[in-house]
């Protein structure tokens, strides 16, 4: 006899467990749904089968090909646009010239189709629909019978008040050749919604038949957990789950299990796996194919799919699905609930809470904490927070779901009735994300200053200035423009420490959220003071008497940043000549700089053909600046915090200056000329500005374009940096060339080696063992002085998985040959450590 299985559904609801498969081959009990339902239409005599095919069909032809192997005939019709639920029998309708039947794929039951087949014939039934009950009926199509059991009526998903029987369309039915008259060829066509309300006008003999076996609609992943628990309970009669080793453990053959390991029935563990030792797997688990499962493991009534790992010491809680080539991590935990994707890693010591759903080809940072959906991207970091505040990718990484949470957590921290300033770039991402965030600190009864478009240094100063708790600044990266970055910092404008950024990962990731009750939440108050406060400011600091008489030409590249809206104003009252270069003027797409290479060759080109004073640029918010001479040279980052430094020890007679660890000797040769002291810092947005502060120091700066001038701002600021040179060059009657002459040749190259992080730690203790041969420290990577001259600085990348070296020398040459001396020293102890030679 014939039958059709209906197998061309996408099965979106079971993702991620169908992302890459078609939902007819997702396993129960390590055998595909699809050959579960085959095995069941052969015992009852429909050995001649069609299966419709859609959503990677392709995979299930692979699977049972011509059908030989499991006893049947097996041909296929591909719907290459669906057809609905009946429109594919339109294009079959010469093949049936007799009673059929018709079963979707998505159900598992062990109905007696031969009864079933024999109920129809006796009754001259044309249709005749398997009916069961649901306990919600309402999801379902309603199916109303006589006392005979011909249906009288349907009802498509019926309201409450609508419900006159509890019987349900099953999803399988026997069918005589003449209702395919009443398909439209070509045309998408539902049993259900219209070919069986059409039989019913029509007058044809419609009967219902009642089941009473089991039937379960695999429809969501909790009903795929529970047709695998229902096989194991013996609730459904299965055939085929493998060697039963002990009352309802049953396992397949070349698998090995530790004389320690616990196994408790019922269970089922495929062929060819290894379970370690003191590993217990409870009752209810499913162990598919390959599977390798360390030792110390907990598996608890759960799903464990083909060529899946699972490290020692990892613990999967009840309903979890792992689905296959996944890796779950040492010491890692998935919560109840979960689905793990296909090709996913899961790093060591990982927590997955309850009910996430990780779609595939994801890899988990070790020590992370997931608790909500991870659809895009392909990394997950373990913290929200990297070198330079939170960084992701817009609508993928961060979503304004993700925002809301965020502002959340940044609020509960601060605390209720705290006043909190919050600012942005010029982008719509931006906009859109600060929304976000500011809906999240007001459920969390924070008092909102939305200080909308405008650069970060003016944010900070307004916030301090105004007696704000903290401040958030949203922006686009240049180098990352689908990205948003998020920089919170505290009363004194200097970014969060590392323990309060920890505090609010562990808030936001554990959900730990004190909201307020509805009559505490406050409002958002609109702040239009910024500009005027910071203007009136730098009035004050920079003398504009001295320049307007001079009146310097000045070429400012704003980079179509915040800077466009208050740089060019600020140098035109400080009485400058100003000629603006990509600001939101001339409305042009985001830049992406590496490092503002483009941008600076256009900015040195125009200084010169403008005969200008000198150039610079701003970097996105406003808070770094590189300088271009009168000739067009583009200053090194060492050269401009070296002049700076000998201009702020000149003016001020001597003092500190900090700089990274990694900047030129040439500052310790500069402050010595002008009784000054270094004050050598880890790199990063914090430190620099800690020193600066707690040392007292007179000037702040690092070779990245950010300078801290104290009198003004603990803070990195490229509007004042620039507008206090332009002060200083017309006060000494100077051009910017004659203070870079001034300053000692230096000799400088950097480096980066790429490292596996997993071994970074071994390559560090290496290098610790041969820094010891010379004068070394330890403040911000491997530091080693030579006895002659020069230095290399080895550090890990806050970035990426890579070392950087920084190297200096007597020459170019010299720079050169010290750093590529350790880029060989490391990929020798980086192949010595993977080889173990």
Known sequence: MKAVILAGGKGTRLRPLTSNIPKPIAQIVNTPMIVHTINLLKKHGFDDIIITIGYLGNQIEDLLRDGKDLGVNITYFKEYFPLGTAGALKFLEEQFNETFLVISSDIITDLNLKEMYEFHKSNESTATIALTTAEIPVAYGIVVTDENLRITKFLEKPGWSQIFSDKINAGIYILEPDVLQFISKGEKFDFSKQLFPKLLEENFPMYGFTMNCYWLDIGENTKYVQANHDVLAKRISLDHLGKEIKESVWIGDETEI????????????????????????????????????????????????????????????????????????????????????????????????????????????????????????????????????????????????????????????????????IGRDTMLMSRMMKRAVITGLMSTGVEVYNVEALPLPILKYVTILNGGRAGIMLKVPYAEINSINIKIFENDGIELSPKAAKKIEGIFFKENIRRVEPNQIRDIIPFKMAYEQYLEKIMAFINSSIIEKRKPKVVIDCGNGAGSLIAPQIFQKLGCEVISLNTLETPAPLKTFSPYTEALSNLSKTVKVLNADFGFLLNEDAGRVIFVDEKGEILEGDTTVSIFTKIRLQEKGGGKVAVPVHTSNIIEQVADEYNGTVIRTKSGNRPLLVAVQENNTIFGGEETGGFVIPDFQVLRDGILAAAYLTEYLVKKEKVLSELTKAIPPFFMAKEVVPCPITIRGKVMLNLIEEAYYFNFNTLDGIKMFFEDYGWVLIKPSAMDDSFEIYAEGRNKKEATLIARHWIDEINNLIHEIETGM
């Not at 060529?307 to 919560?335: H, L, Q, S, W, Y």
Request: charged share 20%; glycine share 12%.
């Open 258 to 421: 530790s004389p320690s390991a616990s196994l408790w029935g019922p269970c089922i563990i495929g062929k060819n796996c290894k379970i370690g030792d003191n590993t217990t797997i409870d009752r209810l688990s499913v162990i598919g194919n390959n599977v390798h499962i360390g030792k110390n493991a907990q598996i608890k009534r759960s799903v464990i799919l083909n060529d899946a790992t699972i490290r020692d010491d990892a613990f999967i809680e009840n309903n979890v699905i792992i689905c296959p080539r996944t890796e779950i991590g040492e010491g890692a935990k998935v919560m109840a609930g979960s689905v793990i994707g296909e090709d996913c890693h899961i790093g060591e010591h990982s927590v997955i809470k309850h009910n996430i759903k990780i779609w595939p080809n994801k890899e988990i940072e070790p020590g992370s904490f997931i608790n909500m959906n991870l659809k895009h991207g392909t990394y997950v970091k373990k913290s929200l927070f990297g070198p330079y505040g939170i960084t992701g990718l817009v609508n993928y990484e961060f979503t304004p779901e993700k925002m809301t949470k965020l502002g959340s957590a940044i609020g509960t921290y601060f605390g209720a009735g705290s006043k909190v300033f």
